[in-house]
C-alpha cells in the first residue's frame, strides 16, 4: 500500500465549475500536508500548507484535513482555464515529503 | 520570497559526458536541499538529500557515484550527472528548506536529454 494514494485522473471540468482533489493516507502519525501545482515542464509549486486537522483558505483555494479518516481535500471554487495544471498532494515524513502520484486537472472554457 | 533557481533549465549532451546541474536559494538559506527526478506523467521520486557541509544521502536505489551531489553553501547546491547516457534522460527537479520553514520550495526544474 503506498503511504499517499491519490486518483490519477484526468480530470475535466468546465470553467466556473467547484473543483474537489483528494488524497488518502495512510500512517496516522503524519501531521503536516501540502498540496502544490505543478504546470508541464515546470517545478511544482507550493499552493497550501496544513498542519494537523481543520480547514485553510487563501483565496480561491481551500484545504481541508480530516484526520480521523486520513483523508485530505483541496477545493477550488471558481476554476480558471489558467487552473490547468497538475496537483499534488504531499505529507512530510521526517524532512522528506511524500507525494501522491497528482492528478491531472483540465478546465474547459 | 522562497525563491529557488535551477541552472541550465534544459541541456542536451552526448553519451558519456557529464553534466552539472545548480540549484539556488535566492532569498533564503537553504539547510537543506533535495534532489528529485520526474518521468512523464509521473510523480516526483526522491534521489537524494543534502544537508549544507555533509555528504548527500541517496535513497536505495539511486548510484552515488552517478549522481554526484554537492552541498558547499547554504545558497547553493550541484548535481552532476557522469558519464550520461539516454536512460538518464529525464526532469531533475531541487527543491530547499530553510531551518525556520516547515516545507520544501521547489526550483524549475532542468530537463536532460542525453543523446
Known amino acids: 500500500q503506498k503511504e499517499v494514494e491519490q486518483d490519477p485522473g484526468p480530470l475535466s471540468v468546465p470553467e466556473g465549475a467547484i473543483v474537489s482533489l483528494n488524497c488518502t493516507y495512510s500512517?496516522?502519525?503524519?501531521?503536516?500536508f501540502m498540496w502544490y501545482r505543478q504546470y508541464s515542464r515546470k517545478g511544482p509549486e507550493l499552493l497550501m500548507y496544513?498542519?494537523?486537522?481543520g480547514n485553510k483558505e487563501d483565496g480561491r483555494f481551500t484545504a481541508q484535513v480530516d484526520k480521523s479518516s486520513k483523508y485530505i481535500s483541496l477545493f477550488i471554487r471558481d476554476s480558471q482555464p489558467s487552473d490547468s495544471a497538475t496537483y499534488l498532494c504531499a505529507t512530510r515524513k521526517t524532512q522528506k515529503l511524500v507525494f501522491g502520484q497528482g492528478t491531472r486537472l483540465t478546465i474547459n472554457p | 520570497g522562497a525563491v529557488v533557481s535551477q541552472h541550465p533549465s534544459w541541456v542536451i549532451c552526448k553519451s558519456g559526458t557529464s553534466v552539472k546541474i545548480e540549484c539556488r536559494s535566492l532569498?533564503?538559506?537553504?539547510?537543506?536541499m533535495f534532489w528529485y527526478r520526474q518521468f512523464p506523467k509521473q510523480s516526483l521520486m526522491l534521489m537524494a538529500t543534502s544537508n549544507e557541509g555533509s555528504k548527500a544521502t541517496y535513497e536505495q536505489g539511486v548510484e552515488k557515484d552517478k549522481f554526484l551531489i554537492n552541498h558547499a553553501s547554504l545558497t547553493l547546491s550541484t548535481l552532476t550527472v557522469t558519464s550520461a547516457h539516454p536512460e538518464d534522460s529525464s526532469f531533475y527537479i531541487c527543491s530547499a528548506r530553510g531551518a525556520s520553514t516547515d516545507t520544501q520550495y521547489f526550483g524549475p526544474g532542468t530537463r536532460l536529454t542525453v543523446l
Open positions: 496544513t498542519y494537523s486537522s
Open positions: 500512517n496516522s502519525a503524519f501531521q503536516y
Open positions: 532569498d533564503f538559506q537553504a539547510t537543506t
